[in-house]
Nanobody, 123 residues
Framework: QVQLVESGGGLVQPGGSLRLSCAASGRTFIYYSAGWFRQAPGKERELLAAISRIGRDIYYADSVKGRFTISRDNVKNTVYLQMNNLKPEDTAVYYC????????????????WGQGTQVTVSS
């Protein structure tokens, strides 16, 4: 089993940037695909980006394509989400998740979750 801890959230102005980190511990992280989700108040949790075990395959939701970049460092057991040109509608709790499935865009395959980190985009 792998454990996940997110960091890097905070308050940022529209148009600004943040980089979220997700540190994994426990079982070797390279055995897992990784994804970033978010959940805004009153909305369902949304899969934003996902990356395969060695980073060869990457998925982005249309809502973040061109603005967000997912990456991973398997030596540091960490996955990142670089978020640029942030908008007020990006305000949400952001979650890192891990999946042992090879289908990285299958949201239901992500069964291990971090605690979440709040991102607020506001002037």
């Amino acid at each position: 089993q792998v454990q996940l801890v997110e960091s890097g959230g905070g308050l940022v102005q529209p148009g600004g940037s943040l980089r979220l980190s997700c540190a994994a511990s426990g079982r070797t992280f390279i055995y897992y695909s990784a994804g970033w989700f978010r959940q805004a108040p009153g909305k369902e949790r949304e899969l934003l980006a996902a990356i395969s075990r060695i980073g060869r395959d990457i998925y982005y939701a249309d809502s973040v394509k061109g603005r967000f970049t997912i990456s991973r460092d398997n030596v540091k057991n960490t996955v990142y989400l670089q978020m640029n040109n942030l908008k007020p509608e990006d305000t949400a709790v952001y979650y890192c998740a891990a999946s042992s499935d090879y289908t990285i865009a299958l949201a239901t395959a992500y069964v291990t979750w971090g605690q979440g980190t709040q991102v607020t985009v506001s002037s």
